[in-house]
């Protein structure tokens, strides 16, 4: 038995906070660690003790195995839990845990030896006869014998990182001319991520689900699965949606890959909690893809459906007790559909975000669940992954689950950065989602470039913005108990006030007159000025950042962050905008970068530099690469001209808008 008091998470975000809800709930010591750049993070205020261990970078906080342990040693700690991603996978944080004499709430080094290495796990798995993906897994790891091998397998193909995952060191190749680069990418993304720039090669299967098996197995030689996720909605080979159960799963095919699932943890003597994943084609034949020798993002939806708290198991388990049930006592009850909430933007590939947290208000109600990380008035650091939340919605049929996670979703407001909401709810509202039949192509397919603009507000939700700012602006220049006593806001001696906001959303605008129509009441009329549209507007309450309004008698409640007079965050039936009066800001037009100026998008290390000044280049050519929330980036040229001027240099850090260099354009 490893008896243990208190745990230390060597961990951040939401994982850490959810680690550290259920350890709390046991009667456990809880010691979260910080980095600088998290000094004000949730998971620091809400474990019973917390230790700095360095600053923002990952290399010198969260993936420093000394520091993690210096950490332990001087709280006190007797055990860890590494939550999911950084050094969770890292056997040799494992062995150093426990050769410090503390409990690692893990997997032995074994395991994670073997299934963290895409190879070696391949290998393991044919020995044990699980089905795995025809491809290449050899030692022999130079670029030339990558390339040749490349030949040997049918198009596409794709290049992986043999260590780690999350999408991190994977290159699609359509082309065989294209494998050189793909491979070159990939290894230095593979180093930067996991520290190893060995990859595997295998071949593409086309369209097929994603469907990993939960296992859990003690100490005792007990090991059961929990049934299946079917996570095919992904970006970058990133999952973005995930539900338990798999909405084709047949009873036999769940036996069949619950078997599997099991002899690859059996192969490996596995402890604790485990996913062994799956890709499944349209015929039913499933290969072997890669095993997580941790706990998953995505595990809350199995948690709701088997009533099983995964995080209180794993601990149960590292104490050397017995799981205590059997696979006939799993019970698979209802449907759970979990989003991830990233800030990125969708219309740019994807392109991960930082900057404020304005306002984080999220949703609550039957059937919701929130795993969150962040609060209002902290900053989304750019050294971290950009998933900020999971929102899950469960009930007793996938419909009822899938209808109250867009509730949730709606409902749920994130201000200040942008994030993937209103992409997330197009996923949940398509009709393939809805008939569960979306594949790992299901993005690519349903989604044109048009499709993954964030929705423009409405002159409806305009006007909400407006008639909320003028009752803010009143609240702030009167006494507001005079203005409601007496009704005198937005009004004369002589007659009512016309007032006019005017905001700009791409090529719309919306030019407002808003006119008092009755101020005891506060009614308020309000006309589009440019097409002539009309709409009364009735605030029935403002509280903070929550005001119900009825918009020609139908009731709306409004979300909204006022920063200062003329900047208002609003959200309106889940439809979310920055709202700038540029008539209070003189009509100032944000500053836009020609197709000249090249700039970063984001706060990252600047990889490689690819030109200099008097290169001509071609519209899309590659001319630096950025390592930014641990991906690589190619910045391409936007036009064909001539490098008038670098000011980029290799290996430093830039801030988003930094300009890199500038291009003359070809007359």
Not at 125 to 141: F, I, L, N, R, S
Not at 551 to 556: A, N, P, T, Y
Request: glycine share 8%; charged share 20%; hydrophobic share 40%.
């Amino acid at each position: 038995m490893n008896h243990f008091n208190s745990i230390l998470i060597a961990n951040r975000g939401e994982i850490a906070c959810r680690v550290i809800r259920t350890a709390k709930q046991l009667g456990y010591r809880t010691i979260a660690v910080y980095s600088d750049a998290d000094a004000g993070a949730p998971h620091v205020y809400l474990a019973d003790d917390a230790v700095c261990i360095g600053s923002g970078p990952v290399s010198e906080s969260y993936l420093n195995p000394k520091l993690i342990l210096q950490a332990a040693a001087t709280s006190g700690a007797e055990s860890i839990h590494p939550g999911y991603g950084f050094l969770s996978e890292n056997a040799a944080f494992a062995d150093a845990v426990e050769d410090a004499g503390l409990v690692f709430i893990g997997p032995t080094r074994e395991a994670i030896d073997v299934m963290g290495n895409k190879a070696e796990s391949k290998r393991r798995m044919t020995e044990v006869g699980v089905p795995c993906v025809p491809g290449y897994e050899g030692h022999d790891q130079s670029d030339k014998a990558l390339l040749a091998e490349g030949l040997k397998i049918d198009l596409p193909l794709m290049v992986k990182a043999a260590a780690g995952g999350g999408g991190r060191g994977m290159r699609l190749v359509h082309d065989r001319a294209e494998l050189s680069n793909a491979i070159k990418l990939a290894r230095a993304e593979a180093e930067a991520a996991f520290g190893s720039g060995e990859l595997i090669l295998e071949k593409a299967i086309i369209k097929p689900r994603h469907v990993e098996i939960q296992v859990f197995a003690d100490t005792l030689g007990n090991i059961v699965h929990l049934g299946e996720r079917d996570c095919s909605v992904q970006r970058r080979h990133q999952k973005v949606v995930e539900e338990a159960p798999c909405p084709v799963m047949t009873q036999a095919l769940r036996e069949k890959m619950g078997k599997s699932a099991i002899a690859a943890a059996q192969s490996v003597n596995y402890r604790g909690a485990g996913t062994v994943e799956f890709l499944l084609d349209e015929s039913g034949f499933f290969y072997f893809l890669e095993m997580n020798t941790r706990l998953q993002v995505e595990h809350p939806v199995t948690e709701l459906i088997t009533g099983l708290d995964l995080v209180a198991l794993q601990i149960s388990v590292a104490q050397g007790h017995p799981l205590g049930f059997s696979q006939a006592d799993v019970c698979l009850d209802g449907h759970a559909i979990e989003v991830r909430l990233y800030t990125e933007d969708p219309s740019q590939d994807f392109l991960p975000a930082s900057g404020p947290v304005d306002l984080w208000s999220p949703a609550s109600g039957f059937g919701v669940r929130i795993d969150d990380g962040i609060i209002s008035g902290q900053s989304i650091s750019p050294f971290y992954d950009p998933m900020v939340a999971k929102i899950i919605g469960h009930g007793p049929t996938r419909e009822t689950a899938r209808l109250r996670l867009i509730d949730a979703l709606r409902e749920t407001v994130l201000f200040g950065t942008p994030n993937n909401k209103d992409f997330l709810l197009k996923c949940l509202e398509n009709p393939r989602f809805i008939a569960g039949a979306a594949t790992t192509a299901f993005i690519e397919e349903e989604f044109s470039n048009q499709d993954l603009t964030v929705s423009l507000p409405t002159f409806t939700d305009s006007a909400v913005a407006a008639v909320i700012e003028l009752y803010l602006e009143a609240q702030m220049h009167f006494d507001s108990s005079l203005l409601v006593s007496n009704g005198l806001k937005n009004w004369t001696i002589a007659s009512a006030m016309v007032s006019r906001k005017r905001y700009q959303f791409a090529e719309i605008t919306y030019d407002l007159a808003i006119s008092p129509k009755d101020c005891s009441a506060d009614i308020y009329e309000v006309t589009d000025i440019s097409s002539g549209q009309t709409i009364t507007i009735k605030v029935d309450s403002v509280s903070e950042n929550s005001s119900v309004l009825y918009v020609d008698g139908l009731k709306h409640v409004a979300q909204f962050k006022w920063l200062q007079q003329g900047q208002l965050h609003c959200s309106v039936k889940g439809r979310s905008a920055f709202f700038k009066d540029q008539i209070i800001l003189d009509g100032a037009a944000d500053e836009t970068m020609g197709g000249g100026r090249v700039v970063a998008p984001m706060h990252g290390l600047l990889l490689d530099v690819l030109v200099q000044s008097g290169d001509q280049v071609i519209k899309g050519q590659t001319l630096a690469v950025l390592e930014a929330m641990k991906m690589h980036y190619e910045i391409q040229a936007e036009i064909d001209g001539t490098v008038a001027e670098v000011t980029a240099v290799l290996g430093k850090q830039v801030a988003a808008d930094d300009v890199l260099l500038e291009i003359d354009e070809n007359e």
